[in-house]
T-cell receptor, first 113, second 113 residues
């Protein structure tokens, strides 16, 4: 499989649940990103990983916890979320940190009840 | 701070009509400029880019020219097709020292037969 793959594509969870989003890339890229896409708002960069090291955390609440076990996989662990966290969460990768072009996955649509 | 402004959508056009989606940016200096496209149910894909003033990016019949005098990067296509229906995002990014891509809010385009 090529490109950036995200699972699940859709997730509904209660405010007390714990769930995880998964992202996988087979492009040989060394940098991976989590973005949040909310209705009528610009994409928000959440986290950046370079060679499995977190290099940026844009003031994201601690109820979002990223994990990058290797350069091909990226997770976003979710717990005690709020309804306003409902959004499309997009994973992206690039050949190296700061590269001009990002390759995005199709996203995970999260609904928090 | 840096920002990207796009014309508000949704934009509805008939097949074979001329398309313009306006994009202006605010930045100190000369960043690289991009157009990304998001087809229904998919992630963002790079459509075209321009890395310096007066550069023209082009792809799939779409064009955009980097105009530093008007800080603009308007997207154009001479004859749209139904398959062009998507959300279009204008974006800017500084050089490889920076991770953050600043996206505009997106403009939804619907092309009707």
């Amino acid at each position: 499989e090529t490109g950036v793959t995200q699972t699940p594509r859709h997730l509904v969870m209660g405010m007390t649940n714990k769930k995880s989003l998964k992202c996988e890339q087979h492009l040989g890229h060394n940098a991976m990103y989590w973005y949040k896409q909310s209705a009528k708002k610009p994409l928000e960069l959440m986290f950046v990983y370079s060679l499995e090291e977190r290099v940026e955390n844009n003031s994201v609440p601690s109820r979002f916890s990223p994990e990058c076990p290797n350069s091909s996989h990226l997770f976003l662990h979710l717990h005690t979320l709020q309804p306003e966290d409902s959004a499309l969460y997009l994973c992206a990768s690039s050949p190296y940190r700061g590269a001009n072009v990002l390759t995005f996955g199709a996203g995970s649509r999260l609904t928090v009840l | 701070g840096d920002s990207v402004t796009q014309m508000e959508g949704p934009v509805t056009l008939s097949e074979e009509a001329f398309l313009t989606i306006n994009c202006t940016y605010t930045a100190t200096g000369y960043p690289s400029l991009f157009w990304y496209v998001q087809y229904p149910g998919e992630g963002l894909q790079l459509l075209l880019k321009a890395t310096k003033a007066d550069d023209k990016g082009s792809n799939k019949g779409f064009e955009a020219t980097y105009r530093k005098e008007t800080t603009s990067f308007h997207l154009e296509k001479g004859s749209v097709q139904v398959s062009d229906s998507a959300v279009y995002f204008c974006a800017l990014k500084w050089g490889t020292s920076y991770d953050k891509v600043i996206f505009g809010p997106g403009t939804s385009l619907s092309v009707i037969p």
